[in-house]
């Protein structure tokens, strides 16, 4: 069974830095692209990140420059590196997995994990 378990989140003041885990079990993350989405009380779920299965990335403009998407196919688990964080970065953060080749331009991932909290807060 495809499970995907986020980790990593907590509070943190303005200007930290956290990093986020997404770990995959019941499949090999290799073939798959990972996203990371986040969602805000009162707002909608936001793509945050991407990584295909060949590597390459891609990352709303929100958080291009602060935030750096990896994969360690040996491990079976993406990061999320989050660094500057401010206040408008509050959200639950979510993974996502798809084998689809193009699904990190359309964004319409099949298997979700359960999501981590992230606070940023003085």
């Known amino acids: 069974q495809l499970q995907l378990v986020e980790s990593g989140g907590g509070l943190v003041q303005p200007g930290g830095s956290l990093r986020l885990s997404c770990a995959a079990s019941?499949?090999?993350?290799?073939?798959?692209?990972i996203g990371w989405f986040r969602q805000a009380p009162g707002k909608e779920r936001e793509g945050v990140s991407c990584?295909?299965?060949?590597?390459?990335?891609k990352y709303a403009d929100s958080v291009k420059g602060r935030f750096t998407i990896s994969r360690d196919n040996a491990r079976n688990t993406v990061y999320l590196q989050m660094n500057s964080l401010t206040p408008e970065d509050t959200a639950v953060y979510y993974c996502?997995?798809?084998?689809?080749?193009?699904?990190?331009?359309?964004?319409?991932?099949?298997?979700w994990g359960q999501g981590t909290q992230v606070t940023v807060s003085s």
């Open positions: 990584i295909s299965s060949s590597g390459s990335t």
């Open positions: 996502a997995a798809d084998v689809r080749p193009y699904v990190c331009v359309d964004l319409q991932f099949g298997s």
């Open positions: 019941g499949f090999t993350l290799d073939y798959y692209s």
